[in-house]
């Protein structure tokens, strides 16, 4: 087991190598000039000698090795560059957005992990009847619309009709209480964005669920189980629902990595001050030390959730160490 633990953390530890490289490679392939655009806001004449010295001062005149090497070692030292749109250390930018992204995420995978499992476990459970027919083709209905498109109904109606929520930002601004009253005052601009993100995932928990139990209940041990007269219940979850959320747990890497990508259309939308948005004001911006501090933030940390599901699934199925 230990072995394949080194050799797993090797092989990601390879791979967030070189999607480093590709993330540093990109930026030197895309059409047009660095140097014009990150300066191109500016009010700034560009002269010859002015265009080879910021050349000289980001090190583009360098080989393509020493320039990797270079960025390599500002990697290890925490620097991911600076922001001349915003005006400020890339690596400060991506801190201050990102407890905003991990609170909002974290908290739309719990809920609909939990309400995903629990429908889908009833559901399959049920299966034929009106409960299971119902639920799946609301489940189906529901998953053919786009998160953007949840979130635009979503402040159509609860921030522009009636005005329960605010429609933009993780606080309001100038907020004079402090402990409860800010508690409040962040979840309150949490609902709509979490809502949103939250009913956009329940499908895809569910339908794997549902259709992993249906496969499930009619394992031996299961019919085994009924024989012995077990409870209802017991056999429900804690024989046919802990094995059918083995699929469930190696998914949620992937999963993780989609949701990331997803947090663009939700923060935009919102306005909320995570990295989505702020990716979104990267792009607008062609702010190019920006965009390849976030990608290589959200490489790593899609990587590490990786490994971390990895290691965890060898402990929830034994199955997969006997395997090596």
């Not at 402040?155 to 606080?171: N, V």
């Not at 990595?257 to 663009?264: R, V």
């Not at 402990?315 to 160490?321: A, F, S």
Request: with cysteine; aromatic share 10%; proline share 3%.
């Amino acid at each position: 087991m230990r072995n394949i633990t080194v050799k797993m953390v090797t092989a990601y530890l390879l791979t967030i190598l070189l999607l480093i490289f590709l993330n540093f490679l990109l930026q030197r392939l895309l059409p047009g000039d660095a140097i014009i655009a990150m300066y191109s806001g500016h009010e700034v004449v560009m002269t010859d000698e002015l265009y080879a010295e910021l050349v000289s001062r980001h090190g583009l005149d360098l080989p393509l090795h020493e320039q990797f090497l270079t960025y390599l070692s500002e990697l290890a030292h925490g620097d991911l560059g600076y922001s001349y749109i915003c005006h400020a250390s890339t690596a400060d930018l991506i801190m201050d957005a990102l407890p905003w992204t991990l609170l909002l995420m974290g908290t739309a995978f719990l809920l609909s992990a939990v309400v995903g499992i629990v429908l889908g476990v009833e559901s399959s459970w049920r299966r034929g009847r009106r409960f299971d027919r119902s639920l799946l083709a609301f489940m189906l209905l529901l998953d053919g619309f786009h998160s953007l498109v949840i979130g635009i109904i979503a402040l159509a109606i609860f921030c522009w009709h009636f005005g329960w929520f605010p429609s933009s930002g993780a606080m309001t601004s100038y907020l004079s209480t402090g402990g409860i009253g800010h508690i409040r005052d962040v979840i309150w601009h949490l609902v709509l964005p979490l809502a949103t993100l939250t009913l956009s995932m329940i499908p895809g928990d569910y339908l794997l669920i549902r259709n992993s139990m249906m496969l499930t209940i009619r394992e031996p041990y299961v019919l085994t189980a009924r024989a012995k007269g077990i409870r209802e219940r017991r056999i429900k979850y804690l024989h046919a629902a802990r094995n059918a959320i083995l699929p469930f747990t190696t998914r949620i890497g992937v999963r993780l990595a989609h949701l990331i990508t997803g947090m663009i259309f939700i923060e935009t939308i919102f306005a909320y001050p995570g990295l989505g948005l702020l990716t979104y004001n990267a792009i607008s911006n062609r702010d190019l030390p920006l965009m390849q501090g976030i990608l290589t933030v959200s490489v790593i940390l899609v990587l590490l959730i990786n490994i971390v599901v990895d290691l965890l699934y060898q402990k929830i199925d034994l199955r997969v160490g006997y395997a090596y």
